[in-house]
């Protein structure tokens, strides 16, 4: 299952910033350079906010989990449904 993300650049960054000091990234063993795609390559509206699909799975793992429910709860990101973006994909 698929939950759909969106907030500002800005808080994107931040969001992304954490979650790779946490986990370590970037990592030259694994070569895993960081923990969600940077901002540009994202879909973005009008507004210039940033959307992101992402594996609910990935949304239940411990940092995530923890920091959602907050980020959510203080409006910094909004949960969207999968209409709302696809409608922000390029159309082809």
Same mark, same amino acid.
């Given at each position: 299952m698929t939950r759909y993300f969106r907030a500002t650049p800005a808080v994107y960054d931040s969001i992304c910033?954490?979650?790779?000091?946490?986990?370590?990234?970037?990592?030259?063993?694994?070569?895993? &350079?960081?923990t969600l795609p940077l901002a540009e390559t994202l879909p973005s509206d009008g507004q210039g906010r940033v959307y992101l699909a992402i594996d609910s799975e990935y949304c239940?793992?411990? &940092?995530?989990?923890?920091?959602?429910?907050?980020?959510?709860?203080?409006?910094?990101?909004?949960?969207?449904?999968?209409?709302?973006?696809?409608?922000? &994909?390029?159309?082809?």
């Open positions: 910033a954490q979650l790779d000091a946490a986990y370590g990234y970037p990592n030259a063993e694994t070569r895993t &350079l960081r239940d793992f411990i &940092l995530p989990s923890e920091m959602l429910p907050q980020l959510l709860a203080s409006g910094a990101v909004e949960e969207v449904d999968a209409a709302t973006y696809q409608a922000v &994909l390029p159309q082809v």
